[in-house]
């Protein structure tokens, strides 16, 4: 079946530091593949996606290249802020599986000042 | 154009009651799916809903189950709550125009505590 695996958190880092969050896929299709950020109390909110092979996904400074060949969509970003202290999922949909979304274990950010 | 919504927020209950959550998908989006997160077990996928039938399911039992109206809002149902239902409910919808991509967007969740 299919599985997401992302780093475990929580990662603590300073403001301005440099972000990276690994995260790595099995699928049995070509799946599509996302990074959702979930802030306190609130439901998910779509970061950025990728479709097919060596596509980057990017929003907010937020960088993800979809790696077919090492299966892997790692969520970077050059200099992080307080307010990107959150919790990050990786996911991914295989049209094999239907529409349903696998999520990884999610890896909380925390950025102090 | 309004977001996915979701009622109630909150929601407490006791064991062996049963439970009706209730979703708003955008306007103009036919499919909306339903997931369950515990600090546990994470986000996990309980069914899928386009034009009022049940698309996909996961594995969850029998006591959840759910529905979709003409208007595409859906609604699930847990029967005989159990200490472990407590849970974030997210209920998140999709466009067709979209559909190659999947994208889903996801309401703020109902926050059920079984006591």
């Known amino acids: 079946g299919n599985s997401v695996t992302q780093m475990e958190g929580p990662v603590t880092l300073s403001e301005e530091a440099f972000l990276t969050i690994n995260c790595t896929y099995t699928a049995t299709g070509y799946p599509s593949l996302f990074w959702y950020v979930q802030y306190p109390g609130e439901g998910l909110q779509l970061l950025l996606k990728a479709t097919k092979a060596d596509d980057k996904g990017s929003n907010k400074g937020f960088e993800a290249t979809y790696r077919k060949e090492t299966t892997s969509f790692h969520l970077e970003k050059g200099s992080v802020q307080v307010s990107d202290s959150a919790v990050y999922f990786c996911a991914l949909s295989d049209r094999n599986a239907g529409n349903m979304l696998t999520f990884g274990g999610g890896t909380r950010l925390m950025v102090k000042p | 154009k309004a977001g996915v919504t979701q009622t109630p927020r909150y929601l407490i209950k006791t064991r062996g009651q049963q439970v009706t959550l209730s979703c708003s998908p955008i306007s103009g989006h036919r499919s909306v799916s339903w997931y369950q997160q515990t600090p546990g077990q994470g986000l996990q996928f309980l069914f899928e809903?386009?034009?009022?039938?049940?698309?996909n399911k996961g594995n969850f039992p029998g006591r959840f189950s759910g529905r979709q109206f003409s208007n595409s809002r859906s609604e699930m149902n847990v029967s005989t709550l159990e200490l472990g239902d407590s849970a974030l409910y997210l209920c998140?919808?999709?466009?067709?125009?979209?559909?190659?991509?999947?994208?889903?967007?996801f309401g703020p969740g109902t926050r059920l505590t079984v006591l």
């Open positions: 998140a919808s999709r466009s067709p125009l979209l559909q190659g991509t999947n994208e889903q967007f």
């Open positions: 809903y386009f034009s009022e039938t049940q698309r």
